[in-house]
Antibody, heavy 119, light 111 residues
Framework: EVQLVESGGGLVKPGGSLRLSCAAS????????MNWVRQAPGKGLEWVSS????????YYADSVKGRFTISRDNAKNSLYLQMNSLRAEDTAVYYC????????????WGQGTLVTVSS | QSVLTQPPSVSAAPGQKVTISCSGS????????VSWYQQLPGTAPKLLIY???KRPSGIPDRFSGSKSGTSATLGITGLQTGDEADYYC????????????FGGGTKLTVL
């Protein structure tokens, strides 16, 4: 059974940093591109960042470019998101999501971890 | 402002059929596959439809998807109270970053 379990969320002050983790199991993690998608309270889904299976290709939404860094450790079946210079508008539930092999949809999602940026 | 446009809400009675529209442009829906996601209250999104009209294993055939030009539609037949959720369409956009784009979501109420 595919499982994605996020951790690392919490309350942080504006300008602060936080590192999210996503532990994957039930599939060959090293074969899939992985993504972070967030959802602000009461709002819709927003893609944040993606990383290819071997970390060769990395992309960011303009809203987080230069502040967030995505990475993965295939030996540990883990995905990470380092978030720096956090702003109030980064407050959201952050989901890790697996991209299908053919890259056409996000087929598995974690339960999400809440990040709250507030003074 | 979402790249893809969905109605904020739709409603129908149990047992009835409902459709949810998703409108885009040639840079997104017009040239890419569309997927649909169901988000039950307080839970993570779940893939319902991929490649415009395919259902993952375990998704009942009450759910269907279609695409025409720059628009896509999710159909749900035999509505159940358990179908009350937010529904999101998603695709890719060749004019934006490499990540996916989503509609603003549609709240389905089963009266």
């Amino acid at each position: 059974e595919v499982q994605l379990v996020e951790s690392g969320g919490g309350l942080v002050k504006p300008g602060g940093s936080l590192r999210l983790s996503c532990a994957a199991s039930g599939f060959t993690f090293s074969s899939y591109s992985m993504n972070w998608v967030r959802q602000a309270p009461g709002k819709g889904l927003e893609w944040v960042s993606s990383i290819s299976s071997s970390s060769s290709y990395i992309y960011y939404a303009d809203s987080v470019k230069g502040r967030f860094t995505i990475s993965r450790d295939n030996a540990k079946n883990s995905l990470y998101l380092q978030m720096n210079s956090l702003r109030a508008e980064d407050t959201a539930v952050y989901y890790c999501a697996r991209l299908t092999i053919f890259g056409v949809a996000y087929d598995y999602w974690g339960q999400g971890t809440l990040v709250t940026v507030s003074s | 402002q979402s790249v893809l446009t969905q109605p904020p809400s739709v409603s129908a009675a149990p047992g009835q059929k409902v459709t949810i529209s998703c409108s885009g442009s040639s840079s997104n829906i017009g040239n890419n596959y569309v997927s649909w996601y169901q988000q039950l209250p307080g839970t993570a999104p779940k893939l319902l439809i991929y490649e415009n009209n395919k259902r993952p294993s375990g998704i009942p055939d009450r759910f269907s998807g279609s695409k025409s030009g720059t628009s896509a539609t999710l159909g749900i037949t035999g509505l159940q109270t358990g179908d009350e959720a937010d529904y999101y369409c998603g695709t890719w956009d060749s004019s934006l970053s490499a990540g996916g784009v989503f509609g603003g979501g549609t709240k389905l109420t089963v009266l």
